[in-house]
């Protein structure tokens, strides 16, 4: 059962769509802690920043997105993540080190490469979107 009481790696994104690079990325993630909370930016149909206005998916599009993906690797909602919905957070902040990390992970090209921009254009190219 996810524990909200123990260490946890947090992924803030908007998701539209969560895709194979999102998919690594959750695996380091949840190497460190065992655990990890999806926040989703509550941004369909808005602006989440600048070069940021296509977010065509729904919170449950998302949601349902996420855990489709993370299924096929085994892991499970409410064990090994939790998917929360939050503001269109745009900057984070702190006033001093109270031990949190804030860490890039570093992918090679294969991975970085993944673009949810160009994924969303293949959608609409199929009609899918």
Known sequence: MFDWKKPTVQMLGRWQPW???HQELFKRCINKTGQVIIQVRDVEGASAGKGQDDNPFSWEAVCENIENHLTKDGYKRGIDYEIMLVPNITN????????YVFEEEIFDKDISSISATK???GLREKGKL
Request: glycine residues 22%; charged residues 20%.
């Open 92 to 99: 984070i902040t702190y006033g001093r080190s109270v031990g």
């Open 119 to 121: 994924i969303r254009a």
């Open 19 to 21: 895709h194979k690079g």
